[in-house]
Protein backbone atom coordinates (compact mmCIF):
# COMPACT_ATOMS: atom_id res chain seq x y z
CA UNK A 1 0.00 0.00 0.00
CA UNK A 2 1.37 3.79 -0.90
CA UNK A 3 0.10 6.39 1.03
CA UNK A 4 0.79 10.00 -0.51
CA UNK A 5 -0.44 13.53 1.18
CA UNK A 6 -0.87 17.05 0.59
CA UNK A 7 -1.53 20.05 2.18
CA UNK A 8 -3.54 22.77 0.50
CA UNK A 9 -3.51 26.86 1.99
CA UNK A 10 -4.94 30.11 0.52
CA UNK A 11 -1.06 31.02 0.52
CA UNK A 12 0.80 28.14 -0.41
CA UNK A 13 -1.28 26.10 -2.69
CA UNK A 14 -0.44 22.24 -2.65
CA UNK A 15 2.60 21.38 -1.08
CA UNK A 16 3.09 17.84 -0.91
CA UNK A 17 3.79 16.00 2.51
CA UNK A 18 4.93 12.71 1.30
CA UNK A 19 6.26 11.17 -1.84
CA UNK A 20 3.50 11.70 -4.30
CA UNK A 21 1.75 9.45 -6.42
CA UNK A 22 0.03 10.02 -9.52
CA UNK A 23 -2.45 6.82 -9.28
CA UNK A 24 -4.82 6.27 -6.08
CA UNK A 25 -7.53 3.87 -4.83
CA UNK A 26 -8.98 6.02 -2.41
CA UNK A 27 -8.53 9.86 -2.03
CA UNK A 28 -9.84 11.37 1.86
CA UNK A 29 -10.41 15.14 1.50
CA UNK A 30 -10.84 17.16 4.46
CA UNK A 31 -11.24 20.98 5.37
CA UNK A 32 -13.02 23.93 6.25
CA UNK A 33 -16.36 23.78 4.72
CA UNK A 34 -15.96 27.26 2.37
CA UNK A 35 -12.92 25.71 0.41
CA UNK A 36 -13.73 21.98 0.31
CA UNK A 37 -18.08 23.48 -1.25
CA UNK A 38 -15.79 25.11 -4.13
CA UNK A 39 -16.61 22.76 -7.27
CA UNK A 40 -13.70 24.17 -9.01
CA UNK A 41 -11.26 22.59 -5.96
CA UNK A 42 -13.08 19.34 -5.80
CA UNK A 43 -12.87 19.29 -10.44
CA UNK A 44 -8.60 20.12 -9.37
CA UNK A 45 -8.35 16.86 -7.20
CA UNK A 46 -10.84 14.67 -9.49
CA UNK A 47 -8.59 15.18 -11.97
CA UNK A 48 -5.62 14.79 -10.19
CA UNK A 49 -6.53 11.35 -8.82
CA UNK A 50 -8.53 10.10 -12.13
CA UNK A 51 -9.88 6.89 -11.42
CA UNK A 52 -9.88 7.11 -7.49
CA UNK A 53 -12.61 7.32 -5.60
CA UNK A 54 -12.47 10.72 -3.82
CA UNK A 55 -14.31 10.82 -0.40
CA UNK A 56 -14.18 14.74 0.32
CA UNK A 57 -16.08 16.38 3.78
CA UNK A 58 -15.98 19.63 6.14
CA UNK A 59 -14.24 19.09 9.42
CA UNK A 60 -13.52 21.51 12.99
CA UNK A 61 -9.99 21.09 12.02
CA UNK A 62 -7.40 19.21 10.20
CA UNK A 63 -4.00 17.14 11.77
CA UNK A 64 -1.35 17.39 9.47
CA UNK A 65 1.77 15.06 11.23
CA UNK A 66 2.21 17.49 14.65
CA UNK A 67 0.04 20.63 13.01
CA UNK A 68 -3.64 21.38 13.35
CA UNK A 69 -5.39 24.24 11.13
CA UNK A 70 -8.46 25.30 10.65
CA UNK A 71 -8.67 26.22 6.94
CA UNK A 72 -7.55 25.15 4.00
CA UNK A 73 -7.16 21.17 2.78
CA UNK A 74 -5.60 17.56 3.46
CA UNK A 75 -5.66 15.32 1.41
CA UNK A 76 -4.69 11.42 1.40
CA UNK A 77 -4.27 9.59 -1.18
CA UNK A 78 -4.33 5.77 -1.00
CA UNK A 79 -2.72 3.08 -3.80
CA UNK A 80 -3.81 -0.43 -2.81
CA UNK A 81 -1.26 -3.65 -3.93
CA UNK A 82 -3.72 -6.43 -3.62
CA UNK A 83 -6.81 -4.76 -1.90
CA UNK A 84 -9.59 -2.36 -3.06
CA UNK A 85 -12.21 -0.36 -1.71
CA UNK A 86 -16.31 -0.19 -2.66
CA UNK A 87 -17.99 2.98 -1.70
CA UNK A 88 -21.81 4.31 -1.81
CA UNK A 89 -23.45 7.53 -1.32
CA UNK A 90 -26.98 8.48 0.13
CA UNK A 91 -28.80 11.92 0.96
CA UNK A 92 -30.89 11.80 4.02
CA UNK A 93 -33.61 14.52 4.80
CA UNK A 94 -35.33 15.61 7.60
CA UNK A 95 -38.15 13.58 7.59
CA UNK A 96 -36.07 10.61 5.79
CA UNK A 97 -35.69 7.41 8.46
CA UNK A 98 -32.22 7.11 9.21
CA UNK A 99 -32.30 3.10 9.59
CA UNK A 100 -33.11 3.05 6.32
CA UNK A 101 -31.05 5.08 4.96
CA UNK A 102 -28.23 3.00 6.89
CA UNK A 103 -29.77 -0.31 5.36
CA UNK A 104 -29.72 1.02 1.85
CA UNK A 105 -25.96 1.75 2.45
CA UNK A 106 -25.09 -1.48 4.24
CA UNK A 107 -26.64 -3.27 0.58
CA UNK A 108 -24.26 -1.64 -1.62
CA UNK A 109 -21.56 -2.91 0.15
CA UNK A 110 -20.50 -6.67 -0.92
CA UNK A 111 -20.56 -8.43 2.55
CA UNK A 112 -18.54 -11.27 0.91
CA UNK A 113 -14.22 -10.38 1.51
CA UNK A 114 -15.64 -7.30 3.59
CA UNK A 115 -12.91 -6.21 6.15
CA UNK A 116 -13.65 -2.53 7.39
CA UNK A 117 -16.26 -0.01 7.03
CA UNK A 118 -15.22 3.62 7.56
CA UNK A 119 -18.49 6.08 7.40
CA UNK A 120 -18.47 9.80 7.14
CA UNK A 121 -21.69 11.96 7.70
CA UNK A 122 -23.72 14.77 7.56
CA UNK A 123 -23.17 16.05 11.09
CA UNK A 124 -26.31 18.40 12.21
CA UNK A 125 -28.92 16.35 11.39
CA UNK A 126 -27.88 13.16 11.61
CA UNK A 127 -27.70 11.06 15.13
CA UNK A 128 -23.95 9.65 15.35
CA UNK A 129 -25.05 6.57 17.48
CA UNK A 130 -28.19 5.90 15.39
CA UNK A 131 -26.32 6.27 12.42
CA UNK A 132 -23.10 3.54 14.25
CA UNK A 133 -26.52 1.29 14.97
CA UNK A 134 -28.83 1.14 12.15
CA UNK A 135 -25.13 0.05 10.13
CA UNK A 136 -23.83 -2.32 12.65
CA UNK A 137 -27.63 -4.28 12.30
CA UNK A 138 -27.13 -4.43 8.40
CA UNK A 139 -23.77 -5.41 8.54
CA UNK A 140 -21.79 -8.41 9.45
CA UNK A 141 -21.32 -9.03 13.23
CA UNK A 142 -17.57 -9.39 12.81
CA UNK A 143 -17.19 -5.68 11.01
CA UNK A 144 -16.04 -3.04 13.21
CA UNK A 145 -17.17 0.60 11.76
CA UNK A 146 -15.45 3.58 11.90
CA UNK A 147 -15.57 7.21 10.90
CA UNK A 148 -17.23 10.53 11.93
CA UNK A 149 -19.54 13.18 11.42
CA UNK A 150 -18.40 16.09 9.26
CA UNK A 151 -17.72 19.48 10.88
CA UNK A 152 -18.29 22.80 10.61
CA UNK A 153 -15.52 24.38 12.74
CA UNK A 154 -17.09 26.37 15.46
CA UNK A 155 -19.62 27.90 13.20
CA UNK A 156 -22.46 24.83 13.24
CA UNK A 157 -24.42 25.72 10.32
CA UNK A 158 -23.81 23.24 7.83
CA UNK A 159 -21.85 20.36 7.10
CA UNK A 160 -20.99 18.97 3.79
CA UNK A 161 -19.74 15.62 2.23
CA UNK A 162 -19.51 14.10 -0.92
CA UNK A 163 -18.89 10.78 -3.12
CA UNK A 164 -16.99 11.59 -6.45
CA UNK A 165 -18.95 15.09 -6.51
CA UNK A 166 -18.45 18.45 -5.19
CA UNK A 167 -19.93 18.01 -1.54
CA UNK A 168 -23.55 18.99 -0.27
CA UNK A 169 -25.04 19.02 2.46
CA UNK A 170 -26.65 15.70 4.02
CA UNK A 171 -24.97 13.15 2.37
CA UNK A 172 -23.70 10.28 4.06
CA UNK A 173 -20.45 8.33 2.53
CA UNK A 174 -19.69 4.70 3.43
CA UNK A 175 -16.41 3.27 1.92
CA UNK A 176 -15.53 -1.02 2.22
CA UNK A 177 -12.55 -2.14 2.19
CA UNK A 178 -11.31 -5.77 0.75
CA UNK A 179 -8.46 -7.80 0.95
CA UNK A 180 -7.13 -11.08 2.32
CA UNK A 181 -4.21 -9.17 3.37
CA UNK A 182 -5.65 -6.43 4.19
CA UNK A 183 -5.44 -5.56 8.38
CA UNK A 184 -7.34 -2.75 9.85
CA UNK A 185 -6.94 -0.93 13.58
CA UNK A 186 -8.42 2.07 15.15
CA UNK A 187 -8.44 3.75 18.70
CA UNK A 188 -9.33 7.01 20.33
CA UNK A 189 -7.26 9.56 22.02
CA UNK A 190 -8.97 12.79 23.93
CA UNK A 191 -6.50 15.00 25.76
CA UNK A 192 -8.80 16.62 28.48
CA UNK A 193 -8.57 16.37 32.05
CA UNK A 194 -11.93 15.82 34.30
CA UNK A 195 -13.05 18.30 37.58
CA UNK A 196 -16.08 19.22 39.46
CA UNK A 197 -18.58 16.67 41.26
CA UNK A 198 -19.61 13.54 40.12
CA UNK A 199 -23.40 14.31 38.64
CA UNK A 200 -26.20 11.99 38.12
CA UNK A 201 -27.98 11.68 34.71
CA UNK A 202 -31.60 12.21 35.84
CA UNK A 203 -33.52 12.17 32.42
CA UNK A 204 -32.12 11.56 28.55
CA UNK A 205 -32.91 10.59 25.71
CA UNK A 206 -30.42 8.75 23.64
CA UNK A 207 -27.49 10.59 23.53
CA UNK A 208 -29.27 13.42 24.14
CA UNK A 209 -28.83 15.09 27.76
CA UNK A 210 -31.77 16.89 29.20
CA UNK A 211 -31.22 16.84 33.45
CA UNK A 212 -28.32 16.09 35.84
CA UNK A 213 -29.42 15.90 39.58
CA UNK A 214 -32.90 16.62 38.48
CA UNK A 215 -31.67 20.46 37.01
CA UNK A 216 -31.40 21.62 33.43
CA UNK A 217 -28.21 20.52 31.89
CA UNK A 218 -27.71 23.43 29.95
CA UNK A 219 -27.86 25.76 32.69
CA UNK A 220 -24.99 24.04 34.67
CA UNK A 221 -22.96 23.88 31.56
CA UNK A 222 -23.40 27.25 31.19
CA UNK A 223 -22.39 27.98 35.20
CA UNK A 224 -19.44 26.52 34.33
CA UNK A 225 -18.48 28.04 31.27
CA UNK A 226 -19.18 31.92 32.82
CA UNK A 227 -17.94 34.28 30.03
CA UNK A 228 -17.55 31.47 27.51
CA UNK A 229 -21.12 30.36 27.76
CA UNK A 230 -22.14 33.11 25.36
CA UNK A 231 -20.04 31.65 22.32
CA UNK A 232 -21.84 28.51 22.43
CA UNK A 233 -22.49 26.17 20.42
CA UNK A 234 -18.66 26.50 19.52
CA UNK A 235 -17.26 27.24 22.89
CA UNK A 236 -18.76 23.51 23.67
CA UNK A 237 -15.58 21.92 21.42
CA UNK A 238 -13.28 23.14 24.19
CA UNK A 239 -15.26 21.55 27.38
CA UNK A 240 -16.88 17.85 26.17
CA UNK A 241 -18.67 16.65 29.14
CA UNK A 242 -17.38 13.15 30.70
CA UNK A 243 -19.92 9.70 30.10
CA UNK A 244 -18.90 7.55 33.55
CA UNK A 245 -20.46 4.08 31.75
CA UNK A 246 -23.11 2.31 33.38
CA UNK A 247 -22.52 -0.07 35.64
CA UNK A 248 -25.29 -3.28 36.75
CA UNK A 249 -28.11 -2.11 38.68
CA UNK A 250 -26.45 1.68 38.92
CA UNK A 251 -27.42 4.64 37.06
CA UNK A 252 -24.73 6.33 34.74
CA UNK A 253 -23.06 9.23 36.20
CA UNK A 254 -21.80 12.04 34.68
CA UNK A 255 -18.61 14.70 35.45
CA UNK A 256 -18.20 18.20 34.26
CA UNK A 257 -14.97 18.87 32.39
CA UNK A 258 -13.04 19.39 30.64
CA UNK A 259 -9.86 21.83 30.51
CA UNK A 260 -7.78 20.66 27.28
Known amino acids: MQISQKKWTQNTGWQSLTNNTDTADLVLV ?7 SNKKMFKEIKNLYKGADVVIGSSAGNIVEEQVFDEGLCLTAIKFESSSVRCAVRHIGKTDDLYLVTEELAQEVDKEGLKHVMVFSEGLQVNGTSLVHGLRQNLPKDIAVTGGLMGDGAD ?16 IVIVGFYGEKLS ?77
Open 30 to 36: FGDRKTV
Open 156 to 171: FKETVVGLNEAPETGN
Open 184 to 260: VGHGSLGGWDSFGPERLITKSKNNVLYELDGKPALDIYKDYLGEKAKDLPGSGLLFPLSLRIKQKKEKSKLSEHCLP
